[in-house]
T-cell receptor
Framework: SQKIEQNSEALNIQEGKTATLTCNYT??????LQWYRQDPGRGPVFLLL?????KEKRKERLKVTFDTTLKQSLFHITASQPADSATYLC?????????????FGAGTRLAVHP | KAGVTQTPRYLIKTRGQQVTLSCSPI?????VSWYQQTPGQGLQFLFE???????NKGNFPGRFSGRQFSNSRSEMNVSTLELGDSALYLC??????????????FGQGTRLTVV
């Protein structure tokens, strides 16, 4: 069956360190993968999109890698700050009936401690 | 430009009732998707509308339905509410709903509580 797996346990790190979050998927062949941030009680906010032919994408302190052989994406936040504390969701496209739909993982909660 | 607007923000309904939620997408966006979010299941895809047509549907019972109007505003309806329908319902708009430029813009959600 199709699955998107993110670490269900919260990730606790110290301010200034690099946070690394993992997204693994099975039985999907996504053309691209996206990462979103969600704060409590709010809708997810788009962060980054990476295509299947891109190995790495960067945006300010964020870096995403996409390995279609391993079926895995890694999301890094360098020089993390307490304001980065949130739940991070990965999403990938799934084609159904000729049209794409975005399917989300359950998310990983990140807590950055001062 | 204005973001995605969902109304109402909070709802309390009784089992057996029906409810209608509304979503106004970003101007120019023609795709609207709906998701149900619960602590145990995460974000579950309900359906997607594009130019008034349902293009995709998730694995939800027929009690969940939706529609999209010519101005791209969308509504979703849940009939015969059950306790398990309590969730945050999120609407997302995007330009085309598919392809590489398909980042989704979410509303704040409607928190539905069924008692």
């Amino acid at each position: 069956s199709q699955k998107i797996e993110q670490n269900s346990e919260a990730l606790n790190i110290q301010e200034g360190k690099t946070a690394t979050l993992t997204c693994n998927y099975t039985n999907y062949s996504p053309a691209y993968l996206q990462w979103y941030r969600q704060d409590p009680g709010r809708g997810p906010v788009f962060l980054l999109l990476i295509r299947e032919n891109e190995k790495e994408k960067r945006k300010e302190r964020l870096k995403v890698t996409f390995d279609t052989t391993l079926k895995q994406s890694l999301f890094h936040i360098t020089a993390s700050q307490p304001a980065d504390s949130a739940t991070y969701l990965c999403a990938l496209d799934s084609i159904s009936g000729g049209y794409n739909k975005l399917i989300f993982g359950a998310g990983t909660r990140l807590a950055v401690h001062p | 430009k204005a973001g995605v607007t969902q109304t109402p923000r909070y709802l309390i309904k009784t089992r057996g009732q029906q409810v209608t939620l509304s979503c106004s997408p970003i101007s120019g966006h023609r795709s609207v998707s709906w998701y149900q979010q619960t602590p145990g299941q995460g974000l579950q895809f309900l359906f997607e509308y594009f130019s008034e047509t349902q293009r995709n549907k998730g694995n939800f019972p027929g009690r969940f339905s939706g529609r999209q109007f010519s101005n791209s505003r969308s509504e979703m309806n849940v009939s015969t509410l059950e306790l398990g329908d309590s969730a945050l319902y999120l609407c997302a708009s995007s330009l085309t709903g598919g392809g590489p430029n398909t980042e989704a813009f979410f509303g704040q959600g409607t928190r539905l509580t069924v008692v």
